[in-house]
């Protein structure tokens, strides 16, 4: 039901501004331009990002894995070396998103964890994934 709800949203937002219904294949990032349309961009990012040539988990995580907000991997992403190719991280509502696709795409590697005090995040590195899985 949802699908046909968005489907029809997506008609009718086309057809409002005058263009054929499906030429626009995602409506979602018109209206939300800080949502990144590939989740796994933001992962390869965080995989590459080095802050004075440490990893995210070296630099401020432990045993392989990062605990934090998602504002807090917001600001550390543009402090670090990929901080210019992170321009469509406006607002901390674009990576809260991407990270919960990620969490449902890649769930062995970013998890949400919700306490009484805040919405967190766990991001795994890969390499302690694939140590992780030889161990199994």
Same mark, same amino acid.
């Given at each position: 039901?949802?699908?046909?709800?968005?489907?029809?949203?997506?008609?009718?937002?086309?057809?409002?501004?005058?263009?054929?219904?499906?030429?626009?294949?995602?409506?979602?990032?018109?209206? %939300?331009?800080?949502?990144?349309? %590939?989740?796994?961009?933001?992962?390869?990012?965080?995989?590459?990002?080095?802050?004075?040539?440490?990893?995210?988990?070296?630099?401020?995580?432990?045993?392989?894995?990062?605990?934090?907000?998602?504002?807090?991997?917001?600001?550390?992403?543009?402090? *670090?070396?990929?901080?210019?190719?992170?321009?469509?991280?406006?607002?901390?509502?674009?990576?809260?998103? *991407?990270?919960?696709?990620?969490?449902?795409?890649?769930?062995? %590697?970013?998890?949400?964890? %919700?306490?009484?005090?805040?919405?967190?995040?766990?991001?795994? *590195?890969?390499?302690?994934?694939?140590?992780? *899985?030889?161990?199994?």
């Amino acid at each position: 039901m949802q699908e046909f709800a968005t489907t029809l949203y997506r008609e009718v937002f086309d057809t409002a501004i005058g263009i054929t219904p499906g030429v626009l294949k995602n409506v979602t990032n018109i209206l %939300r331009p800080d949502r990144v349309e %590939r989740p796994q961009e933001l992962l390869a990012l965080i995989d590459a990002a080095r802050w004075e040539g440490k990893t995210l988990w070296e630099a401020f995580g432990e045993a392989g894995m990062w605990k934090g907000r998602a504002e807090q991997l917001a600001e550390l992403l543009r402090a *670090s070396s990929v901080g210019t190719k992170i321009a469509w991280l406006r607002a901390a509502g674009g990576i809260q998103y *991407s990270l919960g696709v990620l969490s449902r795409i890649e769930a062995e %590697r970013v998890k949400y964890h %919700r306490t009484g005090l805040a919405r967190r995040w766990i991001i795994t *590195s890969l390499d302690c994934v694939t140590c992780d *899985s030889r161990d199994a």
